[in-house]
């Protein structure tokens, strides 16, 4: 199954432009994935030092990411948000409400956010066939972003996406746009700027508090609401956006054995949810009922959120 945009043409062109062009507007799901070459606009994938329309406000959300994501921040968010007394709705509801979300903190995306939700799920049916619960993870991983929604507090931008990280110790220099964290109260506080902080050895990052965002809130929503998704499909939703530990092995010390399984899932699906970001379009309305079937299968009918 290959899903295809328009291409650009040439008239007189090589074989091998053809090809670069095929390559950089095709989600290639037959013989496995293929990754491509350059995002939407042009660029590497996670390029923050390419200079791009978006480059400019990427660093500025991060320069307010790094100097707002405190621990005192996070326990006001987590104590508001696990209440989950915002709204009653279904998953595919949410799915749709998300289609009104732009994320500014990433350089690699400008489409509507189901957009690249489905592109991800997609990806990951066709070479994972037999993993239902890691196609619905891939379609749920981002919907904790209607929290940019007016119905959900509309959170500032800072508050909701980009790469999460640990609260409560050392801030680690392979988190994009680092240099940040020094205007952080947290930064020259003894018991949070050590590498442990409160933390100890192998303690498991269920017991360490990240930033603020998306990722932990839609964590709390499936946890709190009695999801049946496996242990790794939860892990995949918390901490997908945790780059510095799935790519560059940051905080390794604070995770448990479980957490050592679940990651290699996570380093799976982190392919398919970054390198999936293209101008491929998906029809909705035809993978929409297997992806209800599996809303029913491991969510009850509505969720409090």
């Not at 480059?55 to 948000?81: A, S, W």
């Not at 595919?92 to 500014?104: H, Q």
């Not at 110790?169 to 930064?187: E, G, L, M, R, T």
């Not at 700027?193 to 303690?203: D, F, L």
Request: proline fraction near 4%; aromatic fraction near 12%.
């Amino acid at each position: 199954m290959t899903i295809i945009v328009e291409e650009t043409q040439f008239e007189n062109g090589s074989q091998e432009q053809i090809l670069k062009s095929r390559a950089e507007t095709e989600l290639v799901l037959d013989g496995g994935f293929c990754i491509p070459h350059t995002n939407s606009y042009g660029h590497n994938f996670r390029d923050y030092d390419v200079e791009s329309e978006r480059q400019q406000g990427v660093e500025n959300f991060y320069r307010l990411n790094h100097i707002n994501q405190t621990v005192d921040f996070v326990k006001k968010m987590r104590g508001e948000y696990e209440k989950l007394n915002k709204i009653e709705m279904s998953i595919w509801d949410c799915c749709e409400l998300l289609n009104e979300v732009i994320d500014e903190s990433d350089p690699d995306l400008d489409e509507p956010q189901i957009e690249h939700l489905l592109q991800t799920a997609e990806a990951i049916r066709k070479d994972y066939p037999d993993q239902d619960w890691l196609h619905l993870t891939a379609l749920i991983h981002d919907l904790g972003k209607v929290l940019l929604h007016p119905s959900f507090g509309e959170l500032p931008q800072w508050a909701v996406v980009g790469d999460t990280f640990p609260v409560g110790c050392a801030f680690d220099q392979s988190i994009v746009h680092s240099k940040y964290f020094v205007q952080n109260p947290d930064y020259n506080n003894p018991a949070y700027n050590r590498k442990y902080g409160i933390y100890s050895e192998n303690c498991g990052l269920d017991n360490v508090m990240m930033s603020w965002g998306h990722d932990d809130y839609m964590y709390l929503v499936a946890k709190e609401n009695g999801t049946t998704l496996p242990s790794a499909g939860l892990f995949i939703i918390r901490y997908h956006s945790f780059y510095a530990l799935h790519r560059s092995e940051a905080y390794k010390h604070l995770m448990s054995d479980e957490d050592v399984e679940n990651l290699k899932w996570l380093q799976i699906f982190n392919k398919y949810d970054l390198y999936s970001k293209s101008k491929v379009r998906v029809n909705v309305e035809k993978v929409k009922p297997y992806y209800e079937s599996l809303i029913d299968k491991y969510f009850p009918a509505k969720l409090r959120w």
